[in-house]
């Protein structure tokens, strides 16, 4: 099946710097979502973007298909940031569900 | 606030008992997930309705039983488990489900129910 890669596993930052997280995959994808999961356990879906590139406010997040990655950016981040952000991704053509990765891990420091 | 809604937050349970898990949503979606997932992992597939109708099953024991009793509802019964078995356990939902679906297949997670089995 489909392979997913986060990095970095960990990352700690002051507040108020920026971050790029990376997420490659290892075949096609029609669906990659990014999700940022908070230290209490609650998943809250960021982006939708099997392709291109979309922002919200301080994130933003570039999939670049035809080379099988995807990179999600945190600008002026602020401890609220805090937590794990996971890549989910489903392969063209092959198994109906999402596959998830091990996740970045973020500290944003005061 | 979350548009899934689970009950309870936290169930501890010994290794006879029999509870429930329950999951709500209001949003017209016509898939629903449950994942399990362990501390310092990502969440696991266990369980997906398309319409009401289990379309994937991720080769979980029985001891874990689903039901979705309408669009709505998704509940995960419980019985017999091991403390193995201990981890949050969250639901999900997306407008749709499958290959062909695209942004509907986005989704939206619950705030988890935590469980312990002793």
């Known amino acids: 099946g489909i392979q997913v890669e986060q990095s970095p596993p960990d990352l700690i930052l002051q507040e108020g710097a920026n971050s790029t997280l990376r997420c490659n995959f290892s075949?096609?994808?029609?669906?990659l979502q990014w999700f940022h999961q908070n230290p209490w356990g609650q998943l809250i879906n960021l982006f939708y973007?099997?392709?291109g590139t979309k922002q919200n406010g301080r994130l933003s997040a570039t999939t670049v298909a035809t080379e099988r990655y995807s990179l999600l950016y945190i600008s002026s981040s602020q401890t609220t940031d805090s937590g794990v952000y996971f890549c989910?991704?489903?392969?063209?053509?092959?198994?109906?569900?999402?596959?998830f990765g091990k996740g970045t891990k973020l500290t944003v420091n005061p | 606030d979350t548009e899934v809604t689970q009950t309870p937050k936290h169930l501890v349970m010994g290794m006879t008992n029999k509870k429930s898990l329950k999951c709500e949503q209001h949003?017209?979606?016509?898939?629903m997930y449950w994942y399990k997932q362990k501390a310092k992992k990502p969440p696991e597939l266990m369980f997906v309705?398309?319409?009401?109708?289990?379309?994937i099953n991720e080769s979980v024991p029985s001891r874990f039983s689903p039901e979705c009793p309408n669009s709505s509802l998704l509940n995960l019964h419980l019985h017999a488990l091991q403390p193995e078995d201990s981890a949050l356990y969250l639901c999900?939902?997306?407008?749709?489900?499958?290959?062909?679906?695209?942004?509907?297949?986005?989704?939206?997670f619950g705030a988890g129910s935590r469980l312990t089995v002793l």
């Open positions: 973007i099997p392709s």
């Open positions: 075949d096609s994808v029609n669906n």
């Open positions: 309705y398309s319409y009401e109708k289990l379309s």
């Open positions: 999900a939902s997306s407008p749709q489900q499958g290959q062909g679906a695209g942004g509907a297949n986005v989704l939206t």
């Open positions: 949003m017209g979606h016509r898939a």
């Open positions: 989910a991704v489903k392969g063209r053509g092959g198994s109906e569900k999402l596959v």
